[in-house]
T-cell receptor, first 115, second 118 residues
């Protein structure tokens, strides 16, 4: 398995501001993803974080709102831009490791509340 | 299109009771993986089990057991002798084996909130 650390774990943000969430993995991973979980809801894939190139976004998510970086094989960031209360969610980083290529692991999640 | 249904939104049991969480899935792929994850109140998603579509053997891990039946497209999860620490939201998820990054995408059910009462 992989140890996946996310920062911040929780934050309260003002409407209109932007926040960057970091995801750090303790080993090199083949794939990294970002999911969103709105309150009381299931998880929805935002995008695949591609190393050295632009992220691949799912329908309903755009780069201007959720810019993503992945500078190397162990680190990625997700920025939630121009936040509104509807962005209040848990944002989770997930990875596929080379060893556990069939299993998808998740980070601890970053719980954002927009006021 | 793929779909995962967890019909039970919330379940409450008294400690030491057995409880089964249902999961029904839909897919056109012949090759796929099914997962169960546990999400305690702290929010992290904890991996519990992975099962591929070619392995219908049931699995037991301590108090946890899983019953995979392709004939009914179900992958149910049973906790025996439940404990308060089992209280969490449990998600069933499906991963279809396509090509490229899409094959790693998980389709989640809506989750079942389990409350174990002391």
């Amino acid at each position: 398995s992989a140890v996946i650390s996310q920062k911040p774990s929780r934050d309260i943000c003002q409407r209109g501001t932007s926040l960057t969430i970091q995801c750090q993995v303790d080993s090199q991973v083949t794939m990294m993803f970002w999911y969103r979980q709105q309150p009381g809801q299931s998880l929805t894939l935002i995008a695949t974080a591609n190393q050295g190139s632009e992220a691949t976004y799912e329908s309903g998510f755009v780069i201007d709102k959720f810019p993503i970086s992945r500078p190397n094989l162990t680190f990625s960031t997700l920025t939630v831009s121009n936040m509104s209360p509807e962005d209040s969610s848990i944002y989770l980083c997930s990875v596929v490791t080379a060893e556990g290529i069939s299993t998808i692991y998740f980070g601890e999640g970053s719980w954002l509340t927009v006021v | 299109a793929q779909k995962v249904t967890q019909a039970q939104t919330e379940i409450s049991v008294v400690e030491k009771e057995d409880v089964t969480l249902d999961c029904v899935y839909e897919t056109r792929d012949t090759t796929y993986y099914l997962f169960w994850y546990k999400q305690p109140p702290s929010g992290e998603l904890v991996f519990l089990i992975r099962r591929n579509s070619f392995d219908e053997q049931n699995e037991i891990s301590g108090r946890y057991s899983w019953n995979f039946q392709k004939s009914t497209s179900s992958f149910n999860f049973t906790i025996t002798a439940s404990q308060v620490v089992d209280s969490a939201v449990y998600f069933c998820a499906l991963r279809e084996m396509g090509s490229g990054a899409g094959s790693y995408q998980l389709t989640f059910g809506k989750g079942t909130k389990l409350s174990v009462i002391p």
